[in-house]
């Protein structure tokens, strides 16, 4: 075992444990979910204690595309977005460093480990409000703070930081040997995979954001620009900005006429059938 990987690997879990939904200290869900949980941020992240940010950054950049469509419905998921990204973008680092690597990776830990340690973290956290509630019912503060934050809490850090840790300081042994000795033809198609996931997330994505066909034009001629172009995403961002401001101009002035008109017509057909003498 390298013992140079085991800081970057306990920073690596305990990133994964603040990342949690249910982790309280970066503002709740607002920064540590939502920010610290994505996985464009965790690749910064684990790029920081691997100490390769750009590496980091590129694998966070695939693993986010690949899970940027990604929706849990009812409580249900089907795959567990912060194993993913710690998980995968850990391990990619203390071995190939392939942005194609951590996609294939994260999708591995996501949809296996990552749901069975959500599950049964699931299952605890039940058996904690079920404490929680009896503490309650006899008053008991005490028990209430108990099972209510800190037994969840380590219950939490325990499901996210200690596998997360493990895979990456145990786990890089074995993914270097699989790398290694699988025929040439299975890392091709791994890399292929991993190169062709990030745009089928996108393509999920455009899915639920596109709502008319026609707004397939903005999204043909930014590829242009940017593949042919040469222009930078910074650049089309700002074209972006000012083609959305237009349309909006355009579109909005003419539904607030279609409205004022409707209103109109409204207030006129209402006042053929209003009869004076009643108000």
């Known amino acids: 075992?390298?013992?140079?990987?085991?800081?970057?690997?306990?920073?690596?879990?305990?990133?994964?444990?603040?990342?949690?939904?249910?982790?309280p200290w970066l503002f709740g869900m607002s920064g540590g979910f939502y920010v610290v949980g994505r996985p464009l941020v965790a690749g910064l992240l684990t790029g920081i204690a691997f100490g390769d940010i750009r590496a980091g950054v590129l694998c966070g950049l695939a693993v986010q595309a690949v899970f940027i469509a990604n929706l849990s419905t009812g409580g249900?998921?089907?795959?567990?977005?912060?194993?993913?990204?710690?998980?995968?973008?850990?391990?990619?680092?203390?071995?190939?460093?392939?942005?194609?690597?951590?996609?294939?990776?994260?999708?591995?830990?996501?949809?296996?480990?990552g749901l069975i340690f959500y599950n049964t973290r699931m299952a605890l956290y039940s058996f904690w409000n079920t404490k929680a509630q009896k503490a309650a019912e006899n008053?008991?503060?005490?028990?209430?703070?108990?099972?209510?934050?800190?037994?969840?809490?380590?219950t939490t850090f325990l499901l996210r930081a200690v596998p997360i840790f493990a895979a990456i300081f145990f786990g890089r042994g074995l993914v270097d040997w699989l790398l290694s000795n699988v025929p040439e033809v299975v890392t091709d198609i791994i890399s292929v995979l991993g190169g062709v996931l990030p745009a089928?997330?996108?393509?999920?994505?455009?899915?639920?954001?596109?709502?008319?066909?026609?707004?397939?034009?903005?999204?043909?001629?930014?590829?242009?620009?940017?593949?042919?172009?040469?222009?930078?995403?910074?650049?089309?961002?700002?074209?972006?900005?000012?083609?959305?401001?237009?349309?909006?101009?355009?579109?909005?002035?003419?539904?607030?006429?279609?409205?004022?008109?409707?209103?109109?017509?409204a207030v006129g057909s209402d006042a053929a059938y209003e009869d004076d003498d009643l108000f």
Do not use: W
């Open 1 to 23: 075992m390298d013992g140079s990987l085991f800081l970057p690997a306990l920073l690596t879990g305990i990133f994964c444990y603040l990342g949690a939904i249910e982790s």
């Open 76 to 113: 249900a998921t089907n795959s567990e977005i912060t194993y993913a990204a710690y998980g995968g973008i850990g391990l990619a680092l203390a071995t190939t460093r392939d942005p194609a690597v951590a996609v294939t990776l994260s999708i591995l830990i996501g949809q296996t480990f």
């Open 139 to 154: 008053i008991d503060d005490r028990g209430i703070v108990l099972n209510h934050v800190v037994y969840p809490q380590i």
């Open 200 to 265: 089928l997330g996108i393509a999920m994505l455009m899915g639920i954001v596109v709502k008319d066909k026609i707004h397939l034009v903005f999204f043909f001629a930014g590829f242009v620009l940017m593949a042919f172009a040469g222009l930078n995403m910074i650049a089309l961002v700002f074209i972006a900005a000012m083609v959305s401001y237009v349309v909006y101009l355009s579109t909005g002035s003419s539904v607030s006429k279609g409205n004022t008109v409707s209103a109109a017509e």
